[in-house]
């Protein structure tokens, strides 16, 4: 007899490993091209995890906190005078052990990879409406984080 379970369709957004849970409290957000996750506890103290397996390091306390050019990614202002742009992903999308890796293409330099790279992403845009759907979770997860941050300045 076959297993019902092998019929089932696939989740949107399945991955090949399971996702850990990210702890309460916990963003994943793109931070300088690589995955990242910021913290803020009950206190208002905030930290980052840049890379997995390496400590969380403490933020200095937050000036302001806005929404960027586009409603998922939020600005964030030190008081130290650094500035932190942050695209916020989706739940599930990533977890705090894929902190550190690279997200996105990466340095493209050469004219024919740009041009390529522009003609590809427009048609795949056309063809493929998917990643439309994620940016409403996406600006969720980033109101989220903004209010998070918002209500300990």
């Not at 742009?85 to 705090?96: F, H, M, Q, T, V």
């Not at 409403?136 to 209010?147: G, W």
């Amino acid at each position: 007899m076959v297993d019902p379970a092998l019929n089932r369709p696939r989740r949107r957004g399945h991955t090949q490993r399971a996702r850990e849970a990210v702890p309460p409290g916990t963003f994943m957000e793109r931070n300088a091209g690589r995955v990242a996750a910021i913290a803020v506890d009950d206190t208002g103290r905030s930290a980052i995890l840049s890379q997995h397996g390496e400590p969380w390091r403490e933020l200095a306390p937050l000036v302001g906190v806005k929404s960027g050019s586009r409603p998922w990614i939020s600005r964030i202002r030190l008081t130290e005078g650094t500035k932190l742009k942050a695209l916020s992903y989706a739940p599930g999308e990533y977890d705090l052990v894929s902190c550190g890796t690279v997200d996105g293409f990466g340095p493209i330099t050469d004219l024919m990879d740009v041009a390529l790279a522009t003609v590809a992403g427009i048609g795949a845009l056309l063809a493929f409406p998917w990643p439309r759907r994620r940016y409403k979770a996406r600006t969720a997860q980033a109101r989220e984080l903004r209010q998070g941050l918002q209500a300990f300045m």
